[in-house]
């Protein structure tokens, strides 16, 4: 028996001993259809070419330098690559090896900003309930998440939390989208006025929330309104895109879509897609030059900050996805994927919702479709799912979440973004078995 410290003790899992496109093939040889990539990571599927030549290539040349000394090719050139397509007046990029690391990194860089500029006073993050941004303390105190946060609470630092942009369960039944999205976002403004504008150092949110609800999109014009109130009280915007970002909703940065500039931009999953753990927060031209005039130092680091091979790993992808078929190709398959969700689940009592954007998909199961009651915590039907899928050869991300006090159960899908026709309708077949076969094993 192996000492590996595994997630869950009593569990006795598969070796992954090859990965294969959309496939992962365990030691028994059993396949199974990655519709998730873990956690939305594994974009280019698992055995892209130009990502292995890329790494041996530097393994061949250096593994490792450290950034006290050196900087490296592989992470220059990922850093050029990545503020060519980058939102407008972001310039500079720090290298990271995962998604925790860009977060934590986002939260200090803010405060350092306003320390820099003399705004001492300002060191508070407010961020959404129903959000995760990671797993180390700073990350957990910006995150909503009760279950991730609760044995930990007392280790956390005072953040707030906003209620999360969310229509299927916030929406007036008389109002309008556009409406609601303004009156979530105001959430902003009057949390800024009870804390003080003056202790305020930034606002962070996942443009499309992926872990915690199962790939919800903003309202239109959230984000818009989001921005209007970071401008008007000084408050820097920090979009968490560790999980929708690098082209997983079908834009290359989940902000094109909502037309919103942010002062910090997170990456990670998509951008080593599974070959390297990396990550990158990609900062704005003023947040660096305060820093370049003020101390000089950015008060912060990692041994493994600007890791060659994690950057070789991300150039390589980061090539693939900004080649002029990807995005389209996204959006097709995207398309594809909802409507035959659409179609297969549109009648089905326990689906109160199926949403997201690009690659991006989830369904919400409900109870009471009418009522959207959820179901019982305690059936844990999205562990059911889980473990049902995985029998039928699926590797999809189901969760459960609870928002003030409701349970609800959701299933995520990230597809790879060379999912073929075929492989979406097989991703639907087997999530429809695996979803009926655990409603009724609970009654
Ligand atoms: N932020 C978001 C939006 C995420 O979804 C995640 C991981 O799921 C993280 C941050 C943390 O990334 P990592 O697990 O690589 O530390």
């Known amino acids: 028996m192996s000492h590996i410290f595994p997630r869950h003790t009593a569990m006795r899992l598969p070796r992954a001993v090859k990965g294969e496109g959309s496939y992962i093939i365990d030691e028994n040889g059993k396949r199974y259809l990655d519709a998730s990539g873990g956690a939305a990571v594994s974009c280019l599927g698992h055995s892209n070419a130009m990502v292995r030549a890329a790494l041996h290539a530097q393994l061949d040349e250096i593994a490792f330098a450290h950034t006290a000394y050196f900087t490296s090719a592989a992470a220059e050139e990922l850093a050029d690559a990545l503020i060519e397509v980058a939102p407008e007046g972001l310039g500079r990029v720090y290298i990271v090896s995962s998604g925790s690391e860009t977060t934590e990194a986002a939260i200090k860089l803010a405060r350092q900003y306003h320390l820099e500029k003399g705004d001492s006073e300002r060191s508070r993050i407010i961020a959404r309930k129903q959000s995760y941004h990671g797993n180390t303390l700073g990350a957990l105190s910006a995150g909503g998440n009760m279950w991730r946060r609760e044995p930990f609470e007392p280790l956390l630092l005072d953040m707030s939390h906003i209620e999360p942009c969310y229509a299927y369960r916030y929406k007036g039944v008389h109002e309008s989208l556009e409406d609601y999205g303004i009156r979530a976002a105001n959430a902003l403004e009057n949390e800024i006025l009870r804390v003080g504008p003056e202790t305020v150092a930034a606002f962070m949110a996942e443009p499309v929330v992926g872990a915690t609800m199962g790939a919800v999109p903003a309202a239109p014009g959230y984000f818009r309104r989001i921005r209007e109130i970071c401008d008007k009280y000084g ?21 094109e879509a909502e037309h919103v500039r942010p002062d910090i931009v997170c990456i990670a999953k998509g951008l080593g897609a599974g070959y390297q753990p990396v990550g990158a927060m990609i900062c704005s031209d003023e947040i660096y030059h305060a820093i370049e005039v003020g101390s000089g130092y950015f008060q912060h680091g990692h041994t493994y900050v600007g890791h060659p091979m994690a950057a070789a790993a991300a150039l390589a992808v980061v090539k693939q996805l900004t080649s002029a078929d990807m995005m389209p190709r996204i959006n097709r398959s995207g398309e594809k994927l909802m409507a035959l969700l659409r179609e297969r689940f549109a009648d089905h009592p326990h689906i109160g919702d199926i949403r997201g954007r690009g690659l991006f998909l989830g369904l919400e199961l409900v109870w009471n479709r009418d009522t959207k009651e959820p179901f019982v915590p305690a059936v844990r039907l999205h562990a059911r799912i889980k473990k049902n899928a995985f029998e039928h050869g699926l590797i999809c991300y189901p969760m459960g979440g609870t928002i003030d006090g409701k349970h609800g159960d959701h299933v995520m899908l990230a597809p790879p973004f060379i ?8 991703i639907v077949d087997r999530l429809e078995q695996a979803i009926n076969d655990s409603l009724s094993e609970t009654g």
């Open 235 to 255: 408050v820097l915007l920090i979009l968490d895109e560790v999980m929708c970002g690098m082209g997983r909703t079908g834009t290359l940065f989940a902000s």
């Open 419 to 426: 999912v073929e026709d075929q492989q979406i309708e097989e």
